[in-house]
C-alpha cells in the first residue's frame, strides 16, 4: 500500500510535519494544528500520525533523529581518491542480514522518519535488494547513495528502479576526465550509463559532486548533465579525512567556494526543473537554527546529533559521517548492545551532551561573525574537530 506523502511525529513541544516526497521536516507548535498546513508551497490535507510516548523524552531535543545514515557496508568495487571513510575490505563484523533487519525494525519503533542508506557501495552486499525493499515497508522515507558502477549493470537497474526509492543519488564529480582521475578509468562512462537507464526507468534521481578545483572548472558539463536527468543536484566541500588527504591540493580555498556560489546563481535561471544545492545548504536545512518556527524552543546546533545519527557497518553509533575520523572519543556505542534502539543514548549518553555543547556554542559564536550567509553558510563541526588536529590551528574554509 502507498505510503502518505506526510507523517507527522509526536514531539515534546508539539510534532515534526516530514515529508516524504522531499525529505525535509518542519517543525511544529501545538497551536500550529488550528490552522491550515502549509509545506513549502504545499497545503498539507492529509498525513500519516506517529504517536509516541513522551514522558521520559527531555523537552531540549527533539523526539529520535529524524535521518540515520546507514553505512551498509564498508566494501566497495571502487577506491576513490576523495573517499572521507576509505571504502573497500568489508569490516570483519558488519552485521548480517537478520541483524540489519533488527535495526531497522528498532530504528521504526524509535519513530525515525528517513533512512539513507550508503557505503561503501550498498550495492556489492548480496543482501541489498532485500534490506532496502524492507525498509521501504515499514514505512521509512529511504534513499541511497550508489556509484553507479555494478557488475550486472541491467539486473541492479531493474531492481533499483523497482524499489521506487525517494531518491538515488550518483556521485558525478567532474568531467570524464577529471571524473576518471578520481574514482578510476572508466567509470564516467559507466555512471552516466546508469543514470541514463535509471532516468529512463522514472527513478528519482539525484547527483552529489564534491566540490574542487577540478569540478569546479567542469561546472557547466556537470550542470548539463543534471538538467537531463535530476531533480536535485548538491555540491558540498571535500572534508579533510581519509583518501581524501592524499588530495588535498585539489581542495578549494574559502575564496574560491565564495567564488562558486556566485557562478553557479547565474547557472540556475538556465535549470528551473534542477533544484540545485550548494553554499551548505544542505547542511544549513537540517541545523535546529533554520528550520524552527518562533514558538518553539529547542537547544541549538548543527544536524549532526540535532536531527541525524550515523550507523556504520558494524552497528557502531556516531553523532555525525566524518566524528569516527575525526574525534573518535564522540564514539556512542552499538547499536547492537543498545537493544537495537537509539533512544537512550540519543536522550541519556553523557558523550552526545558534550557534542551537543560545542556544536551549540560553535553556532552561537558563528551567528556573530560577520561572514555568516555573506561568504559563510556557517558553521561546521567537523571542520572544526579537523582544525583542533592541524598544526597551524586552521580551519580553511573558515576566514576567522
Not at 101 to 113: A, F, P, Q, S
Not at 299 to 326: C, E, H, K, V
Not at 332 to 359: A, C, H, M, Q
Amino acid at each position: 500500500m502507498k505510503k502518505k506523502r506526510f507523517v507527522l511525529r509526536d514531539e515534546p513541544f508539539g510534532y515534526t510535519l516530514f515529508d516524504r516526497v522531499k525529505m525535509k521536516h518542519k517543525f511544529l507548535a501545538e497551536a500550529d494544528l488550528d490552522k491550515e498546513l502549509y509545506f513549502s508551497d504545499v497545503i498539507v490535507k492529509d498525513f500519516e500520525k506517529w504517536s509516541a510516548e513522551l514522558s521520559d523524552a527531555p523537552n531540549e531535543i527533539i523526539y529520535s533523529p529524524i535521518r540515520i545514515y546507514f553505512e551498509l557496508t564498508s566494501g566497495c568495487n571502487l577506491r576513490c581518491k576523495t573517499c572521507f571513510n576509505q571504502s573497500g575490505k568489508i569490516k570483519p563484523n558488519e552485521l548480517d542480514t537478520e541483524e540489519v533487519k533488527n535495526v531497522l525494525e528498532g530504528m521504526r519503533n524509535d519513530n525515525i522518519l528517513d533512512m539513507r542508506f550508503s557505503g561503501g557501495e550498498v550495492t556489492t552486499r548480496d543482501d541489498w535488494f532485500e534490506l532496502l525493499k524492507y525498509a521501504k515497508d515499514l514505512g521509512f522515507a529511504v534513499s541511497l547513495n550508489t556509484n553507479g558502477v555494478y557488475s550486472d549493470p541491467e539486473t541492479t537497474i531493474d531492481k533499483l528502479a523497482s524499489l521506487d526509492l525517494e531518491q538515488i543519488t550518483l556521485s558525478i564529480d567532474g568531467n570524464k576526465e577529471f571524473h576518471d582521475y578520481l574514482r578510476g578509468n572508466g567509470n564516467y562512462d559507466k555512471t552516466i550509463k546508469s543514470l541514463e537507464q535509471l532516468y529512463e526507468k522514472d527513478a528519482h534521481l539525484r547527483i552529489n559532486t564534491i566540490l574542487t578545483k577540478g569540478s569546479d572548472a567542469s561546472l557547466e558539463d556537470i550542470l548539463s548533465l543534471a538538467g537531463k536527468f535530476v531533480e536535485e543536484i548538491n555540491f558540498f566541500y571535500m572534508r579533510p579525512t581519509g583518501r581524501a588527504l592524499e588530495v588535498l591540493d585539489q581542495a578549494s580555498s574559502y575564496e574560491e567556494l565564495y567564488a562558486f556560489d556566485k557562478r553557479i546563481e547565474g547557472f540556475k535561471p538556465n535549470y528551473p526543473q534542477v533544484n540545485i544545492l550548494h553554499g551548505s545548504k544542505v547542511m544549513q536545512n537540517n541545523s535546529v537554527d533554520s528550520t524552527l518556527s518562533s514558538n518553539v524552543n529547542l537547544q541549538m546546533g548543527g544536524p549532526d546529533g540535532f536531527t541525524r545519527f550515523n550507523l556504520l557497518s558494524d552497528g557502531a553509533i556516531w553523532p555525525g559521517g566524518y566524528t569516527p575520523y575525526l574525534r573518535p572519543d564522540f564514539y556512542l556505542g552499538n547499536i547492537k548492545e543498545e537493544n537495537y534502539t537509539v533512544l537512550d543514548v540519543w536522550r541519556n549518553s553523557p558523550e552526545l551532551r558534550k557534542f551537543r555543547k560545542i556544536s551549540s556554542e560553535l553556532q552561537k559564536k558563528c551567528l556573530n561573525c560577520s561572514e555568516k550567509n555573506v561568504r559563510c553558510p556557517g558553521a561546521s563541526m567537523e571542520m572544526e574537530f579537523y582544525r583542533e588536529k592541524t598544526l597551524n590551528n586552521k580551519n580553511p574554509y573558515c576566514i576567522k
